[in-house]
């Protein structure tokens, strides 16, 4: 599988502030997800990172709180802006496609935030 | 939309015992099926899927089957280790091509 890294791995910020957290992919894919996951719970899609173009969000979350970039086929960041205690959670990114099946996702080792 | 339900929340068995975790899915479009185990502080690993033009599928210990008359799979986990233990997550795709998760299982193996 691909192999995928998130930077940072962990980070404790300060409530009004935002974090850009980058996923790198050491080849070409085609679909780039981030997803939030919350302690003990399941995993919840924010946006799927388009190249070239805006990315597609979910029910729930917006451009203005989660920008996201997606200059190549290799690389996204997300960013969580203006951040508060409701944000502490784990970013995960996943990667579709590319030497793959368009529909089998592999995940990044994810970025635990914490907003004090 | 789809909607994945998953059970049970939690799973405790004996180390050498089977463990079977079941999931239902709400879209009759869905056509492709990933389990994903979760170990404690890392990242989701995709254990085994199936598609929809196969009833069942196995590797080694782990077997996946799936009946889309009634919209649901399971995962079976024969001979249970205590590495086994971790939170196992089934998936199951949209028309979007997104994946929509399940909400987990905790399964614990005590040796």
């Known amino acids: 599988s691909a192999v995928i890294s998130q930077k940072p791995s962990r980070d404790i910020c300060q409530r009004g502030t935002s974090l850009t957290i980058q996923c790198q992919v050491d080849?070409?894919?085609?679909?780039m997800f981030w997803y939030r996951q919350q302690p003990g719970q399941s995993l919840t899609l924010i946006a799927t990172?388009?190249?070239?173009?805006?990315?597609?969000?979910e029910s729930g979350f917006v451009i203005d709180k989660f920008p996201i970039s997606r200059p190549n086929l290799t690389f996204s960041t997300l960013t969580v802006s203006n951040m508060s205690p409701e944000d502490s959670s784990i970013y995960l990114c996943?990667?579709?496609?590319?030497?793959?099946?368009?529909?089998?996702?592999?995940f990044g080792p994810g970025t635990r935030l914490t907003v004090l | 939309g789809e909607n994945v339900e998953q059970h049970p929340s939690t799973l405790s068995v004996q180390e050498g015992d089977s463990a079977v975790i079941k999931c239902t899915y709400s879209d009759s479009a869905s056509n492709y099926f990933p389990w994903y185990k979760q170990e404690l502080g890392k990242r989701p690993q995709l254990i085994i899927d199936i598609r929809s033009n196969v009833g069942e599928k196995k590797d080694q210990r782990i077997a996946v089957t799936l009946n889309k008359t009634a919209k649901h799979f399971s995962l079976h986990i024969t001979e249970t280790q205590p590495e086994d233990s971790a939170v196992y997550f089934c998936a199951a795709n949209n028309q979007g091509g997104k994946l929509i998760f399940g909400q987990g299982t905790e399964l614990s193996v005590k040796p």
């Open positions: 080849s070409q894919v085609t679909m």
């Open positions: 996943s990667v579709a496609g590319g030497a793959h099946p368009p529909d089998t996702q592999y």
């Open positions: 990172a388009n190249q070239g173009s805006e990315a597609t969000y």
